[in-house]
């Protein structure tokens, strides 16, 4: 069995409403299925991006987490 894992993210204005962002999703399923995959589920990947050191010290970013929402195929 074939999975994939496709970062999804709606986008969204100040107008939309939560059916936009479920057709966003509906749309991305429909491609993967025309594709052969079938949708699997949705998931969250939370990862830490390491901070920088900087120039002596200057500039120097600290460590932050980030999250990610994907949606998960298999074939």
């Known amino acids: 069995m074939e999975y994939k ?4 993210n709606a986008h969204l204005t ?3 409403s939560a059916d936009e962002a479920a057709n966003q999703l509906q749309r991305c399923i429909d491609e993967m299925q025309s594709q052969g995959y079938e949708f ?3 998931g ?3 990862t830490n991006v390491a901070g920088t050191n900087g120039c002596l010290g ?4 600290p460590d932050f987490m980030v999250g990610v929402d994907v949606v998960i195929f298999r074939k």
Do not use: E, N, Q, Y
Not at 58 to 61: S, V
């Open 40 to 42: 699997v589920g949705m």
């Open 44 to 46: 969250s990947i939370t």
């Open 58 to 61: 200057i500039g120097a970013k």
């Open 5 to 8: 894992v496709l970062p999804f």
């Open 14 to 16: 100040r107008k939309d």
